[in-house]
């Protein structure tokens, strides 16, 4: 659970980490079916992490609602010698996919705020901006199983006007 402040609003954000594993995709597959967004992380040291982006993208493309918010995420930027995937691919990946993308560090934390940042602002924009409703009572799924009482959600609450800020 992550809680965010994404222009003047309060926003809670449940994260679910879905392994990336091979022996997890079947399972994946229903989390992305209620999807508002999805943070693709791939590991910087390792090509074959770069090149399972695309079997990711698909599953994705097959399985998330059309308008999914996604945000690439390179990570381990601090191994800097070990590193096995080139700008240049990173750059033809993005502009083939058209994603948003942040190299971070999990070690560091060096830009990993600033990535869920950019994709919690996307899926807000997407899903409440300019709409008349009452944020109040809106919340959708970030990734869940249909009908699971504990799957997991996001939460936009507008800020009271005249809420106490002590005791």
């Known amino acids: 659970m992550k809680p965010l ?3 003047g609003e309060e926003m809670k ?3 679910w980490d879905t392994a990336g594993q091979e022996r997890y995709r ?14 693709l992380v791939f590991d910087l040291t390792s090509k074959l992490s770069f090149e399972g982006l695309a ?23 601090d191994l800097i010698k070990d590193r096995a995937v080139s700008d240049e691919e990173i750059a033809e990946f993005l502009k083939k996919k058209g994603l948003t993308y942040f190299e971070a560090s999990a070690k560091t934390k060096k830009n990993l705020e600033l990535a869920f940042l950019d994709l919690a602002k996307k899926m807000k924009r997407k899903m409440f901006d300019g709409k008349s409703e009452d944020l109040e009572r809106k919340s959708v799924r970030l990734m869940s199983n ?8 996001i939460r936009l609450k507008k800020p009271q006007q005249n809420e106490k800020k002590c005791c």
């Open 146 to 153: 249909s009908g699971d009482p504990g799957s997991p959600e």
């Open 55 to 77: 079997d990711w993208c698909k599953l994705l493309e097959e399985n998330a609602p059309l308008d999914i918010s996604i945000t690439l995420m390179g990570n381990k930027s």
């Open 13 to 15: 954000l449940q994260i």
């Open 26 to 39: 079947t399972v994946t597959k229903s989390f992305y079916k209620q999807a508002n967004g999805a943070l």
């Open 5 to 7: 402040l994404i222009d």
